[in-house]
Nanobody, 126 residues
Framework: QVQPVESGGGSVQTGGSLRISCSASARTFDNCAVAWFRQAPGNEREFVAS????????SHADSVRGRFAISRDNAKRTVYLQMNSLKPDDTAVYYC???????????????????WGQGTQVTVSS
């Protein structure tokens, strides 16, 4: 089984930067597409970014494109989300999700991900 664990959340000011991480001990994680989703109170969970198994293809939501960047280091079995130019509406619980697939294009759809972390809180103050 793959059990993603998020870390690195916290509180930052508008315009600041934060990098959050998603790691898993299972070797199978190296063969997983991984995605970040986020959910704020009262809102639906929304897609943020995804990366395929070898890091060769990425996808970013329009709302974060140009500000956020997903990457991975399979040697460390860790996926990162670098968040720059943060805005208050980026405030949410950020979830890491994984699914075992070697598909070239990483999915944007939450129902295609099998393994979910507990989430990490990101708060951006104005």
């Amino acid at each position: 089984q793959v059990q993603p664990v998020e870390s690195g959340g916290g509180s930052v000011q508008t315009g600041g930067s934060l990098r959050i991480s998603c790691s898993a001990s299972a070797r199978t994680f190296d063969n997983c597409a991984v995605a970040w989703f986020r959910q704020a109170p009262g809102n639906e969970r929304e897609f943020v970014a995804s990366i395929n198994w070898n890091g060769g293809m990425v996808s970013h939501a329009d709302s974060v494109r140009g500000r956020f960047a997903i990457s991975r280091d399979n040697a460390k079995r860790t996926v990162y989300l670098q968040m720059n130019s943060l805005k208050p509406d980026d405030t949410a619980v950020y979830y890491c999700a994984a699914t075992e697939t070697r598909a070239a294009v990483p999915s944007r759809w939450e129902n295609e991900y099998d393994y979910w972390g507990q989430g990490t809180q990101v708060t951006v103050s104005s």
